[in-house]
């Protein structure tokens, strides 16, 4: 993966055909998706369980880009390497799923993944000032996780908070949660630069109509570009 600030949309196939993960996948790369999103849950840090390092592993062929995986989960380093070897190129963990977030992120650094680390709604941003030499993308919340198709809390001063203490390192801010073409340019506007969308990407369309993921995710990437520096 090399680095930069240009506006990212990762489609989350937790708004995708369960049953047609491998195709959904392709389908909305060649629609323009610069990264898949997966959100893994345990239903114990969130009230919610969907997919495992299998789940992963089986659609890792069918994604020529990023696979960027969440873990909404706790603990958290002993499925680092499972996840790994899955295939995940971006590999996050929230600083609220375990005491040792240092250590997760060095082990998922180990593992050869780019190390994320996510921000619940109610987790300041000063909450990982001392880690932004350990990370490569923060993940802002700006829903509770645990279920798709919420509505949108404004996190914009958490957001620009975050950029201010990224500087010039090579570090994305990913926002994830009720991202749609109303919400986009507020925080690309405050500095975000990877736009999880599930919804409102995979709205409209289909494996066998893919043709409304393409105009979904052009008109998130326009109204984000139109306001982004």
């Not at 990264?35 to 969907?50: R, S």
Request: glycine share 10%.
């Amino acid at each position: 993966m090399t680095f930069d600030r240009a506006i990212k949309i990762a489609p989350s196939i937790l708004a995708a055909d369960f049953a047609n993960f491998g195709a959904e996948c392709a389908a909305a790369e060649a629609q323009g998706a610069d990264w898949i999103h997966v959100d893994v849950m345990d239903g114990h840090f969130v009230p919610n369980i969907t997919f495992g390092p299998a789940t992963c592993a089986a659609i890792r062929p069918h994604i020529k880009g990023v696979m960027d995986v969440h873990l909404m989960i706790s603990p958290v380093d002993a499925y680092i390497d499972a996840f790994a070897q899955a295939g995940a190129d971006v590999l996050t963990a929230h600083i609220e799923a375990g005491p040792h977030i240092h250590r997760t992120l060095q082990a998922i650094r180990a593992a050869g993944c780019k190390a994320g680390v996510a921000l619940n709604p109610g987790t300041p941003a000063s909450a990982v000032e001392d880690l932004m030499d350990m990370v490569d993308l923060v993940c802002v919340m700006t829903v509770n996780p645990g279920f798709g198709g919420q509505k949108f809390i404004d996190m914009t001063t958490k957001i620009k908070a975050l950029r201010s203490m990224i500087g010039d390192r090579p570090v994305h801010i990913e926002i994830d949660g009720g991202v749609d073409p109303k919400t986009a340019p507020l925080v690309a506007q405050a500095g975000a630069d990877v736009l999880v969308a599930g919804s409102a990407v995979f709205k409209g369309g289909s494996v066998q109509n893919p043709a409304p993921y393409g105009e979904n995710i052009r008109a998130i990437r326009a109204a984000a570009e139109g306001v982004w520096a």
